[in-house]
């Protein structure tokens, strides 16, 4: 891997998304699909997926579902019951309720909790299979109470004919009713505007490469989304101490991702530096998806080298990771100085699976250094909140002067006859 100093790193802020090509695909994607609706739609989906569809085939079956169940194994549905079991639990912790505090001069002043009516959750597939984004996606929609959940993944999971069972299974198991296959920008385009087969949601929440990734910044406005999910990322802070296998295989776990993932180790000690670019090389060469990890650690997977933790810190900070493994004596103790990043995984047995999978918290994570400003896919992403103001009688009566004087210091007469014109009605 390749060695840097840790000082210079992420000094600059990267503000580009995508290349220039990808960014301009996803443009006319997004375009063409707002404005000719299921055409475009559909002509994408052969065009990236390689499957030709017409507008009645894009919604998934019962029939598909049930047929789904007869694929997938014992051991998949037990553990994927289970990881949906702590899952939730760990969302319903993210509930709030509406509040309304009542004044003794009768004001009531409040906030009111409403889930979104109808969210749209993209569930990668170009790759790979993810039944656990399904779950990660689709739980905290529910905890939040949202009605219609709706599931876009692409028609040719991971390239091999037909949406993956294992997705469909997850799916179901988690109670989606409206799926279709589609992927990429054309489907974010489409849930965004609605076509004559998909009727527009209000929000768009979960990963994908980086074509979602740009369609989702595209369309929002239109619609909500939460963070830019992209490819994934791995930051590891250790020292001396730490295991350079298993730093290895957790780089290595986000490294076969995507040829975009990024995988890094930040540490103090150039040994444990060596050791961990010798384990890499090692692991990588026996990896199923060896192609994609090896790509993505020659481009973008780096150890860098600090002189002491409070550089390193610095660098992780300035990074603003999605995933951040602390492997060093004390790692409780360096909690307090993170400042950035999506998820944290603390010690040498939170490896980073654990939290993708089974943990409970959200593998839905904002990337590309936008965990400075936005946070893991959680329940108030599918809330929507009202304030609600009641002032008595006796209230405007008491404030009416005060509001009329600051309506007239910005020069809103109106604002302060909507007022006045109640005082002096009741004051004759
Ligand atoms: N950040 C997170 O929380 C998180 C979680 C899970 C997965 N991920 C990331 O999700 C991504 C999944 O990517 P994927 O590719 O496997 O599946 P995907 O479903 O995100 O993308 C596949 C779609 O991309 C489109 N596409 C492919 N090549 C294209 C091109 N040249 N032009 C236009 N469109 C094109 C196709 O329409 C296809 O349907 C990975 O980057 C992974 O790291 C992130
Ligand atoms: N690590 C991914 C988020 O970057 C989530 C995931 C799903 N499946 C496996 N991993
Ligand atoms: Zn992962």
Redesign the pocket.
């Known amino acids: 891997m390749r060695k840097l100093r840790a000082e210079q790193f992420g000094l600059t802020r990267e503000v580009e998304y995508g290349t220039p090509e990808q960014n301009e695909?996803v443009k006319q994607?997004v375009e063409a699909v707002r404005i000719e609706g299921d055409e475009a739609l559909l002509r994408?989906t052969e065009q990236?997926?390689r499957v030709k569809l017409d507008a009645g085939s894009l919604r998934v079956t019962d029939e598909e579902i049930q047929s789904a169940y007869k694929n997938v194994d014992d051991a998949f549905l037990s553990a994927i019951r289970e990881a949906a079991v702590n899952i939730r639990k760990f969302h319903e912790k993210q509930l709030r309720q509406s509040w309304v505090d009542v004044e003794p001069d009768g004001t009531m002043l409040g906030q009111l909790l409403r889930p979104l009516k109808r969210v749209g959750v993209y569930v990668?597939?170009?790759?790979?299979a993810?039944p656990s984004?399904v779950l990660m996606n689709v739980i905290p929609a529910q905890v939040a109470g949202v009605p219609e959940i709706v599931m876009v993944?692409?028609p040719a999971t991971g390239g091999k004919a037909g949406i993956d069972p294992y997705i469909l299974v997850a799916a179901a198991e988690a109670g989606v009713k409206e799926m279709y296959r589609v992927?990429?920008?054309?489907a974010v385009a489409a849930l965004a505007y609605g076509t004559a087969s998909i009727p527009p949601v209000d929000k768009i929440c979960g990963?994908?490469?980086i074509?979602?990734a740009l369609a989702k910044r595209a369309v929002f406005g239109a619609v909500d989304i939460d963070s830019i999910?992209?490819?994934?990322e791995i930051v590891v802070l250790a020292d001396d101490t730490a295991d350079a296998a298993y730093i290895a295989a957790d780089l290595l776990s986000q490294a076969e991702?995507?040829e975009?993932?990024s995988a890094i180790l930040v540490t103090t000690s150039t040994k444990l530096a060596d050791a961990v670019s010798v384990e890499v090389a090692r692991q990588l060469a026996t990896l199923p998806r060896e192609t994609i990890a090896r790509h993505s650690i020659d481009n973008h997977g780096a150890v860098l080298l600090a002189d002491t933790m409070a550089e390193a810190i610095a660098a992780i900070n300035r990074m603003a990771p999605?995933h951040l493994e602390i492997m060093v004596a004390e790692p409780m103790s360096m909690l307090g100085q993170i400042e950035n990043a999506g998820a944290i995984f603390v010690g040498p047995y939170s490896s980073e699976p654990v939290g993708d999978y089974f943990a409970g918290p959200n593998?839905?994570?904002p990337?590309n250094g936008t965990a400075r400003f936005s946070s893991p896919v959680n329940v108030d992403d599918f809330v929507k909140k009202s304030s609600l103001i009641y002032y008595s009688k006796e209230a405007l009566f008491a404030n009416g002067d005060k509001i009329m004087t600051l309506a007239r210091h910005e020069g809103l007469e109106a604002h302060a006859r909507a007022i006045e014109i109640r005082l002096e009605r009741e004051r004759g």
């Open positions: 695909a994607i994408y990236h997926d990668p597939g170009g790759k790979a993810y984004s993944t692409p992927g990429g920008a054309q990963p994908g490469n074509y979602v999910a992209g490819p994934s991702h995507d975009m993932a999605e593998h839905i994570l990337t």
